[in-house]
């Protein structure tokens, strides 16, 4: 039998809010029924105050995106804070949304529980020429509703009690509370970015992995690492160098590699997105997550895949079977007519892979110069949307921004800037443990994967700053 908690066993603030409002509960009800059994009141008090929370969600319950994404609703505010376009798909993605919602009356129902049979069959023969591999539709693919879905699923797939998961930090921020939620351990390393000369912008390929501290990072009890490129936060494109390290030290070490490339098709200056499967050895212990959100401008459909050897995603499949089971079969058969037309044109100038990397490197330009513009320094991006930029300078000249003591500098400036400049970034904070946060607080992330007219929004308020920087 489940064991009761009382009130001198329970010193969270979360338990005693609850316990305040369940206190409140009993005394109206005893206002309304008279003189309520003293029994019946003591029982409902103890009933009352058990540990609502699983143990699992322990310390990852406060997430500090809440506070942020609700500073971007604020009037006058120009967001480049989370990572979406504002601007509209392609339009053959879009028509083939409205082809999946008016046609075929059977996509309003359940599809295969492993993902529309299009979609996987599209997915296999589109990566498979990419990885190299003959990709099974119904045994190497799994759909999920987002890469959000293919990491949780991954997660709770092969991490174990006690298990160690390699995390690179900067990292896309639910790496360490999936990690923590399926019982892991997660283990830190950083990208730490080499000195430029002076008055050179610093670039996101400078930041570098040490590759003696990365091997101390792996034991007996590292189960995985994920890896993520194009990076979010930084916009790092891993080179292959820097991938064969990583593989070697997988196979080394016996660890399954789970790598998220939702921005794959997000690279500028000429860089080469690599994915680590097509490294010699890799494919049979690399789970590659995807997300249409990412690939077609559609972050609301919320379509994602894991590719992966059979081995690795039978367990997934236990998951999904047991969580998920179907993924909305509309945006699924959306997604397949995207790929099967992406497929027709793949390499050519008119494919979307081609021109949205285009469009958007402009964009990143853009937004470079003009932060460059009152002070800021840009660490230039190889990929995804997202840039950081250095706010030293602004950390030395005003180091008593509003807030919490305690609280890291990049967070006050975020809610500063949002405040006094009107404009919404997010705090690189955010993406680090917490022993690490001190290191990464003199940087925010901007996203640029914007609207022509959300930039010129953007450089008003950047003309208004640079204006009051003036002597
Ligand atoms: C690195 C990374 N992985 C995964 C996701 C989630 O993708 P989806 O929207 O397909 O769930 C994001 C979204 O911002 C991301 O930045």
Same mark, same amino acid.
């Given at each position: 039998?489940?064991?009761?908690? /009382?009130?001198?066993? /329970? ?104 993902g529309y049979p299009p979609l996987t069959k599209i997915l296999a023969s589109f990566f498979g020429k990419l990885l190299g591999q003959d990709i099974d539709p119904l045994k190497n693919v799994?759909v ?133 499967? /097509? ?11 995807g ?14 895949w894991?590719l ?27 997604v397949a007519q995207s790929f099967e037309r992406e497929q027709l044109h793949f ?125």
């Amino acid at each position: 039998m489940m064991k009761l908690e /009382t009130a001198a066993e /329970t010193p969270s603030c979360l338990k005693i809010t609850d316990m305040i409002r369940d206190y409140a509960v009993i005394q109206a009800l005893d206002s309304q029924l008279g003189s309520f059994c003293a029994f019946l009141r003591l029982s409902l008090w103890l009933v009352m105050t058990k540990q609502l929370q699983a143990r699992r969600l322990d310390g990852i319950d406060h997430n500090p995106w809440v506070e942020f994404v609700k500073l971007a609703s604020e009037a006058d505010v120009v967001n480049l804070g989370q990572g979406f376009p504002d601007f509209p798909p392609p339009d053959f993605a879009v028509e083939a949304f409205q082809h999946a919602i008016s046609g075929d009356f059977m996509l309003n129902q359940y599809t295969k529980a492993f993902g529309y049979p299009p979609l996987t069959k599209i997915l296999a023969s589109f990566f498979g020429k990419l990885l190299g591999q003959d990709i099974d539709p119904l045994k190497n693919v799994l759909v999920t509703v987002g890469a959000y879905g293919a990491l949780f699923t991954a997660f709770q797939a092969l991490v174990d009690e006690g298990d160690e998961v390699i995390i690179i930090e900067p990292f896309f921020d639910c790496y360490e509370p999936m990690t923590l939620m399926a019982g892991g351990r997660p283990v830190f390393v950083s990208l730490k970015p080499s000195p430029n000369q002076d008055g050179e912008l610093d670039s996101s390929s400078n930041w570098q992995l040490d590759p003696t501290e990365l091997a101390s990072k792996f034991t007996s009890r590292t189960k995985a690492l994920i890896l993520n490129t194009p990076n979010n936060p930084l916009g790092k494109v891993f080179s292959r160098a820097e991938l064969e390290l990583v593989a070697s030290l997988c196979q080394q070490h016996d660890v399954v590699c789970i790598t998220d490339e939702v921005y794959q098709w997000l690279v500028y200056d000429g860089c080469q997105h690599i994915s680590i499967a /097509t490294l010699p050895g890799m494919w049979e212990r690399t789970l590659t997550i995807g997300s249409a959100g990412k690939t077609f401008s559609a972050t609301g459909w919320k379509v994602g895949w894991v590719l992966g050897p059979d081995s690795l995603l039978r367990h997934l499949r236990t998951v999904h079977q047991n969580s998920i089971f179907h993924c909305p079969t509309q945006g699924q058969a959306a997604v397949a007519q995207s790929f099967e037309r992406e497929q027709l044109h793949f390499g050519q100038p008119s494919s979307y892979f081609v021109q949205l990397p285009q469009a958007v490197q402009r964009c990143r330009d853009h937004m470079m110069q003009s932060l460059k513009s009152v002070g800021l320094k840009p660490v230039v991006p190889q990929g995804s949307y997202f840039l950081i930029t250095d706010i030293s300078e602004f950390k030395s000249k005003m180091p008593n921004l509003p807030g919490a003591a305690d609280e890291p500098y990049d967070r006050r400036f975020v809610k500063w800037m949002v405040k006094s400049k009107g404009l919404m970034a997010i705090p690189v904070s955010i993406f680090c443990s917490v022993p690490h946060q001190k290191l990464f607080d003199h940087y925010i992330r901007f996203c640029f994967m914007k609207d022509e007219s959300t930039l010129q929004a953007m450089d008003k308020k950047l003309q208004k700053w640079k204006d009051e920087l003036r002597p």
